[in-house]
C-alpha cells in the first residue's frame, strides 16, 4: 500500500510559481505511476499531470501544458509539480494520487489518494 502526503501549497500572486511534492513512504514507489489531480470550490476534480514509475513518460492537461511540469526521484519517494505562471484559476485542493495500472489520466484508476494541499492564487 502507499500512502502519498502532499506538501507545498501556500498562498503566491499571480505570476508567482510555487513547487508541490508528494512523498510517499514504500521502497517500492518507482512500481507506481503517480498523478496530480486539483479541486477548485463548486468544481469537479480535474487531472493536472501524471508521471510514469520510472518518469520515462508523462502526460498533461492540454490547458496546463507550458506552465506545469511533473518529475519524480524515486530515491527520495517523491514526486514534484512545478508550477510557474499561476493565475487565479489555478486555485484549488491540489492531490496527488497512486496507481500500480501505469500512466493514465483517469482519476477513477488510481487507488492511492493524499489529502491534498491548498493552492490559492490572488491577483
Known amino acids: 500500500q502507499v500512502v502519498p502526503a502532499e506538501s507545498g501549497g501556500g498562498l503566491v500572486q499571480a505570476g508567482g510559481s510555487l513547487r508541490l511534492s508528494c512523498a510517499a513512504s514504500?521502497?517500492?514507489?518507482?512500481?507506481?505511476?503517480v498523478g496530480w489531480f486539483r479541486q477548485a470550490p463548486g468544481k469537479e476534480r480535474e487531472f493536472v499531470a501524471a508521471?510514469?514509475?520510472?518518469?520515462?513518460?508523462?502526460t498533461y492537461a492540454e490547458s496546463l501544458k507550458g506552465r506545469f511540469t511533473i518529475s519524480r526521484d524515486n530515491a527520495k519517494n517523491t514526486v514534484y509539480l512545478q508550477m510557474n505562471s499561476l493565475k487565479p484559476d489555478d486555485t484549488a485542493v491540489y492531490y496527488c494520487?497512486?496507481?500500480?495500472?501505469?500512466?493514465?489520466?483517469?482519476?477513477?484508476?488510481?487507488?492511492?489518494w493524499g489529502q491534498g494541499t491548498q493552492v490559492t492564487v490572488s491577483s
Open positions: 494520487a497512486a496507481t500500480i495500472r501505469g500512466i493514465t489520466a483517469t482519476s477513477s484508476l488510481y487507488n492511492y
Open positions: 508521471i510514469s514509475g520510472l518518469g520515462h513518460r508523462t
Open positions: 514504500r521502497r517500492t514507489f518507482s512500481n507506481y505511476a
